[in-house]
């Protein structure tokens, strides 16, 4: 760690239904992920392009928690990975499921597995998304000790990192958009020890250790955790800044260009170990997109039995979303920054 006080996320570490705006991409013969996310007036055939939902995020976010806790080694987690699966296999082009079974810092085995997905393959130059989607077993933080054994619902710390994603995914997918993106959705990041950070990130270290594909150097990483919650402030994080302040220079200028500057806070506030450090490690120069407030640290909801579907703002999901999907697209049109 360095000099500045490490918070682990450890710490956080750490996103409705399809409103129907025309969709140049998919014609008669869509796929199947197509079929909603079009229409046709008249004889017309508009192509305009489709923007990001915040209903479909929300969908995608509640689908997960309504599984349950997504904690390894249970049937919730088991369901969630096979739907989360059959989504990436919907709206990408290629699906790599890697199982492994990291053992915990409590000696736990665990049947963790990593989904990897990629988009327009044929593109060298790719950019990574990522999230964690596992939830974390026990709500340590909850200001009710007789609480702090129960399972977390994770809407905000998992489920929203993978819901936006998903719904870029099925945004590029209709777009049509040709850019080569990667999807990560990584295991086991929560069930950690404050202070250990290796007991963190398992999934993220098994990616970084067992790259599904040979070789496998994306342009740049940008990692999504705690996306969708109230009142957000997102605030740029130490390590990032360190490994890829172009990315994040991107990501906070588009931003404020989209009118959000007051909530994504342009200055460097903290540094968390979370997913993309094990990237780092790994030589992809990675970013972290999390909710952490000036002199407060995350949001309260952090950790608790409280971070459930009721403390989910679509809003933030609809401005987090929207800047990501615009950075990623603004490289299609204008090139790499
Ligand atoms: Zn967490």
Redesign the pocket.
């Known amino acids: 760690m360095n000099s500045i006080s490490a918070i682990f996320?450890?710490a956080?570490?750490?996103l409705p239904f399809i409103s129907m705006i025309f969709a140049g991409g998919c014609g008669a013969h869509a796929s199947s992920g197509c079929e909603s996310d079009s229409a046709a007036v008249g004889e017309t055939t508009v192509a305009a392009a489709a923007t990001f939902s915040a209903d479909s995020a929300y969908q995608f976010l509640k689908t997960q928690v309504e599984f349950g806790a997504r904690v390894p080694n249970t049937p919730a987690h088991k369901a969630t990975a096979q739907w989360l699966e059959t989504k990436l296999r919907q709206y990408c082009d290629t699906v790599i499921v890697t199982p492994f079974k990291p053992l915990t810092f409590d000696n736990v085995r665990l049947d963790a597995r990593n989904l990897f997905a990629q988009i327009n393959p044929g593109i060298s130059d790719r950019t990574l998304l990522l999230a964690h989607w596992d939830s974390?077993p026990w709500a340590d933080k909850d200001p009710d000790p007789a609480m702090r054994d129960t399972p977390v619902d994770g809407a905000n710390?998992?489920a929203s990192g993978v819901a936006v994603i998903l719904e870029i995914a099925r945004l590029l997918r209709v777009n049509r958009d040709n850019v080569g993106v990667d999807i990560l959705f990584v295991d086991a990041?929560?069930w950690g020890s404050e202070g250990d950070d290796d007991s963190w990130a398992l999934g993220a270290q098994h990616f970084a250790q067992h790259p599904p594909l040979d070789g496998y150097a994306p342009r740049e990483a940008i990692l999504l955790d705690m996306v969708g919650g109230k009142n957000p402030v997102f605030t740029r994080e130490y390590f990032s800044q360190q490994s890829n302040p172009r990315l994040n220079q991107r990501i906070w200028r588009k931003a404020a260009e989209l009118g959000y500057a007051d909530i994504f806070v342009d200055r460097v506030e903290t540094a968390v170990t979370d997913d993309h450090v094990r990237l780092i490690e790994a030589g992809i120069p990675a970013v972290d997109i999390i909710e952490y407030h000036p002199g407060q640290g995350f949001n309260p909801t952090?950790?608790t039995t409280g971070d459930n579907l009721q403390n989910i703002d679509i809003n933030t999901l609809d401005i987090v979303g929207n800047v990501v999907y615009q950075v990623i697209t603004d490289r299609q049109s204008n090139g790499n920054k």
Do not use: L, P
Request: charged letters at 40%; glycine letters at 8%; hydrophobic letters at 25%.
């Open positions: 996320k450890s956080v570490h750490a974390r710390d998992g990041e929560d952090w950790h």
